[in-house]
């Protein structure tokens, strides 16, 4: 490879006093500020120079363990026709988040968001045999979702890189020895990265599948919430959190249902004052609505204990993949038997929604709810509710659903006590798809006894440049970037400041020994350029070592500067590059 | 880096017996059969891992070459708004070339078919003085345009992969130097890629700009026309050949026109029998549309030597961005005047087309016409000719364009005699846009005198996936490809072929030794598999050598194996290495 010294005279980068005015996140105002990415429209990124370099490290150690895990690298096209999409169903399921176009000749096309029916076809055209298998096969390709609100730069991006795997196996046993590996692979991948990471139970969304776990890094800035344990024995994603019903509550010795006066009463707080209960002690009776992806609505009802709020995001899990919405004025509209205020399962001492219903809305009830639980509720006429209405003796409904909120304190699923509510984001995700896509697309092989079984599927993603965003998230202080030894752009910077030329040809030297001894070397050799100025640039940029060549040059004293600690120490020019390299083993 | 040995019993690949049904070209069948790509869409391909480790050294080739040339690696997105393209006008240029779509938000987007202006307004928004320039940047990138034919494979491919560089100057000079280093590093990277190419004039087609040349690869299956001289002094693409004109006539003894009738004479041949004359002696009136991207029609005629054929193509530059078509039923319904076979520019004594006419449509006249020329053309009357009519005394015309086809024995326009012609196709193209870029998107620095001027510009490019296609087309024979040294997936293929377990054990052992030496080992294990069936996906898949470990491994001998000369050497497994290496250094 053709080595040369990167200049700061000469590489494209400027550095920006000022945050870019959408930046709302550290790392996006840093690596804007410090030249690694320039904005071209909205969540869509140039990557200068710096910004490639650190890209391309990120890349690289992915490649290395993806090699190790026994993965095979390839590489799709972006540009995929959208017939592929249709058969398996994804092409409605993505709705907007989908880039669509028409070639010239009107065939319609997309922009991939993911591959697995690309990667699905390829095996089947090319394979035929148990004996071809496992394959386990990866690329690293640009991807395409058109979020509704891209934000906090490369962190959510309408064009992102990604690692996509798949594995394909002929029977279960397979399919979890190729997951293993992946996951294995992500730990490995995410502690070279120097990034924090939590493993959680996964809702597995548009994929589809049996089996899905996220990797999260928990920050401040995610857009996930994830519960867990004190002990570590569960994590999950909130919107793969399962509530426990309360304990079936014997009813037997329960009064009829009455009905009682509420004027005006609306709220929770309002009924609760006139009827002398608890919030907890309601059910409150949301209307929303079911929408597909051309629009068409469905109203629904969800009850649920009237201290808690529904989470729509977790809603959306179980009525995927149609979208949750609040029901509108033109929803209600169409179903003048509610009268808003006092909804309630249950009319004139029969069931008013539900499995009997003759209102024709579906009845769902949250997962908290217990049987035999009894209840104060709409009684489904104005300024009125009712109380002692029981579950299963009074009232049934068309399911149950994940509905409510989650809150700390809540049980785990696994009986390991209360759990904990943190904020992260997706880096890594792994999913057991399972035969789902296969089937769809018609991939089989003979097993060993001559027989067509349909293969079973895995899919694995890391964000290339979401990673490398919180890699800057995490390692940044009110200076600038400090970028970990393994992904940073260069190795050591080393800069020449002060009057006259002997700091200039100190730096040269030391540059060239660094690079004789294979480090990746930034010179900082601008001319005229302040002190003070370089010293912030060193900082802004990042790199994990600095030399100043300054005023004792001409001594030979050389400074050796390290950014993350912020420890100083002088040197003889002689003795710098091996009281580096002793440093830099310290650190790593 | 984590190496491992690559072994044909898991390789994802599977090497077919057919040609694909629509492949036409060499490269392209090969490339199939061997397991290198694999059609996803017309003009769409995945690389399978062979395909992509071949790709990685091509790239690889192409940067240390562009670092070699003070070319800073970095990349733009492939998806990019439409008003980048619109401020230069060639959002109209691309028409139907360009795919294009529209965001969730209606925002209209399109799939870059190359990146100035991406590259020129990221400079603007960075850079503001010479101090910062020279600058050249380029990225290695996938590139989308919708080729009304896509064809050949990857050669001419609807999403492929360009290294696209950009050169940023204050002045001239500047420009010059940054031009002349793009393009020695191109005859380097054509060299490294073992690609035969010739460079040739060009013309600057829809990017605009003063001056342009292509590197052409000479090859039947090319689409281009290039024409040179014997002693290498000149050589173009026929778009950019310059006709001679014929040297000005005295037409002072000339008789006066003479109107003749020449029944049902509609072609040249038939005129020429009736009058007597040769084809080169009549003019011939053709009449054409040019059509503008929105599809709005103008007729125009373009006259020429009745010997020759138009070339629409060299035509195409003259009028674009318009593009040129045959005139349809319905052009010539809308101007009765013309009548079809006897037109000419000429009627009644008067100037019936050209700058004198009445008639309104625009009449061209071929760059080989010279002044005083005469000729037998249309009388613009059913079953009339004229002759003895002067060009310049009886008819004129609003402009010269090169319209007729090119011809091997026409005159070089440097005046080193006649033209060879042969087919090619264009591996790269580096042009001197100049100011049109910067002009049109405000690029401007301060010079050294501290005034304002606008940036003077290169583009470079050369497409990736399409040199890999010609190294394969140059590179094959009937059993399969036959890689050079320099871009082959691997350095060696060590084939374990034959009874007992002995050849097996060899074949380990010396993908271990050749792997330790850091080559890129590829291991033949596959059991069960006969020697006639390794040794056929041995010279399909084409790797340079190959170490055949077969039935004379148990008394420790095995063969190397050369691809291209098809020399096979018996050598004891000991000396096996150490003897490849020898005959390595030789051939490269």
């Known amino acids: ?28 105002k840093l690596l804007v500020r410090a030249g690694y990415i320039r904005r071209q429209a909205p969540g869509v990124f140039a990557w200068l120079p710096l910004g490639l ?95 509704a609100r891209p934000r906090a730069g490369v962190l959510r991006g309408r064009e992102f890189t990604m690692k996509d795997a798949y594995s394909f196996d002929w029977n279960d046993e397979g399919l979890d020895a190729s997951y293993q590996a992946q996951r294995d692979a992500y730990e490995r991948i995410f502690k070279r990265l120097g990034l924090d990471y939590v493993i959680v139970a996964a809702d597995s969304g548009a994929m589809g599948g049996s089996k899905s776990e996220e990797f999260l890094h928990p ?192 049980p785990a699923p696994n009986g390991a006590g209360p759990i904990i509510a943190e904020r992260g984001t997706e880096i890594g995700h792994v999913f057991q798809l399972g035969r789902k896509y296969a089937e769809a697309l018609g991939l089989q092989v003979l097993d060993p006894n001559g027989k067509r079984v349909t293969v079973t599927m895995g899919s694995y993603g890391i964000g290339v440049t979401r990673n490398l965003a919180l890699v800057a998230e995490q390692n940044h202080d009110d200076r600038g970037l400090i970028w970990p030894e393994e992904v940073a752009p260069f190795d050591v910077l080393v800069v020449a400041t002060g009057k006259g030329e002997e700091p200039f040809a100190v730096a040269e030297r030391l540059a060239a020994e660094a690079d004789a001894q294979g480090l990746e070397v930034l010179l900082d050799d601008r001319p005229k350029v302040s002190p003070g100025v370089k010293f912030g640039d060193a900082e802004l940029i990042g790199v994990p070592w600095i030399i100043i060549a300054g005023k004792n040059s001409a001594e030979g004293l050389v400074e050796l500067w390290n950014r993350r600690s912020n420890e100083r120490t002088e040197v003889s020019v002689d003795d710098a590059m091996a009281t580096l390299t002793q440093l830099r083993r310290k650190h790593i």
Chains 1, 2 share one sequence.
């Open 1 to 28: 490879m053709t080595r040369v010294i990167e200049r700061l005279s000469s590489l494209f980068v400027r550095t920006l006093r000022e945050d870019p005015a959408e930046a709302e996140v550290a790392s996006h």
């Open 53 to 147: 370099k650190v890209r391309r490290r990120v890349e690289q150690i992915i490649r290395e363990e993806m090699t190790r895990a026994g993965a095979q690298e390839m590489l799709f096209p972006a540009l995929l026709p959208a017939d592929f999409y249709a058969a398996t169903g994804r092409l409605d399921d993505y709705g907007d988040g989908m880039f669509r176009l028409d070639d010239r000749k009107g065939a319609p096309m997309v922009l991939a968001p993911t591959h697995e029916e690309a990667f699905t076809l390829t095996v089947k055209d090319l394979y035929s045999s148990y004996k071809d298998l496992p394959l386990t096969i990866y690329q690293i390709q640009d991807k395409y979702r058109d979020e």
């Open 219 to 410: 920050t401040e800035v995610g857009e996930d919430t994830f519960v867990h344990t004190a002990d570590g024995s569960y994590a999950a994603n909130v919107e793969a959190y399962t509530a426990t019903p309360a304990p079936a509550r014997d009813f037997a010795a329960d009064g009829p249902v009455e009905v009682f006066p509420t004027p005006g009463a609306r709220t929770i707080a309002a009924i609760c004052e006139q009827a002398g209960c608890t919030p907890d002690q309601t059910l409150k009776n949301v209307v929303l609505a079911l929408v597909d992806h051309e629009g068409k609505r469905e109203v629904v009802i969800v009850a649920l204990e009237g201290d808690r709020e529904v989470d729509l995001k977790r809603l959306e899990v179980a009525f995927q993949p149609r979208e949750v919405e609040t029901a509108t004025e033109d929803d209600l509209k169409k179903h003048p038997q509610l009268v808003p205020g006092f909804i309630g399962p249950w009319r004139d001492g029969a069931q008013f929604l539900g499995k009997e219903s003759t209102t024709g809305i579906p009845y769902y009830l949250d997962a908290r709810i217990g049987d035999g639980s009894t209840w104060i509720t709409g009684a489904n006429e104005p300024d009125a509710h009712v109380r002692s209405l029981v579950f299963g003796r009074d009232f049934v409904a068309d399911g149950r659903v994940e509905a409510a909120e989650v809150r700390a304190g809540d």
